[in-house]
């Protein structure tokens, strides 16, 4: 964790817990492995999805959390940006508001942030069900979230990307969303859609599902 005085404001004390050590673990050794950047926004489609994303974001007021930063891209398009990653490796790549942790356990107070960002993330949890509460927790009433997950119709799968190219080996827990299912968890969770469009192989990974949601109270 990055101390400042924009994240000391919006942390909730500790409770010690680390969240998940095997998803720490690798996803630190990941981010010193994988030059995460090559991979997704190197790409045509991939630099577009940036492009749409920032012209959202670029609207956004008020404190925004990037839950899932990578090495906070979008930081540049967002005034008052805290990043959170599992990874250490990848909170080092960046100057600014950052936190270690987990989305299904935000350290964060209640209603902490007007917007929250949660691009790629999903489909790297354990239970996106409680990922979603909790930020739905952490978001003031009204607050929106912008998300990208892989479009599929396989709720769940682990796959292997060939990171063994760079010497992380073995499989990526990596789901997918598809429409029904998505909608699903944010009605569960407490979130209306505002928009929800499928844009085909953003990333140059998967087609990708974009979806840009409230919280209903």
């Known amino acids: 964790m990055v101390a400042s005085s924009l994240v000391d404001a919006l ?36 630099q577009t999805r940036m492009r749409l994303l920032a012209s959202i974001l670029m609207g956004w007021k008020g404190p925004v959390l990037d839950a899932g930063c990578n090495n906070g891209v979008y930081k540049a398009f967002v005034e008052e940006y805290v990043g959170l990653d599992f990874a250490r490796g990848f909170l080092a790549g960046f100057k600014g508001d950052r936190v270690q942790g987990s989305v299904e356990e935000l350290p964060f107070k209640d209603e902490a942030f007007s917007h929250i960002l949660l691009s790629e993330t999903l489909e790297h949890v354990h239970q996106p069900r409680k990922a979603l509460e909790e930020c739905q927790r952490v978001l003031q009433p009204k607050g929106d ?7 599929g119709d396989d709720a769940k799968r682990v796959v292997s990307f060939g990171l063994e190219n760079y010497g992380c080996h073995g499989k990526v827990l990596h789901g997918c969303f598809s429409r029904p299912y998505l909608k699903m968890l944010l009605k569960k969770t407490g979130f209306t859609v ?9 990333g140059g990974v998967s087609p990708c599902l974009i979806a840009h949601v409230e919280k209903v109270k």
Do not use: H, W
């Open 11 to 46: 942390l909730e004390p500790s409770t010690g817990s680390n969240g998940d050590k095997v998803l720490y673990d690798y996803y630190g050794r990941q981010a010193e492995l994988v030059p995460v950047s090559d991979i997704v926004y190197a790409t045509v489609s991939g």
């Open 194 to 202: 505002k928009q929800m469009n499928v844009y085909p192989e953003a």
């Open 145 to 151: 979230i912008l998300i990208t997950v892989p479009f």
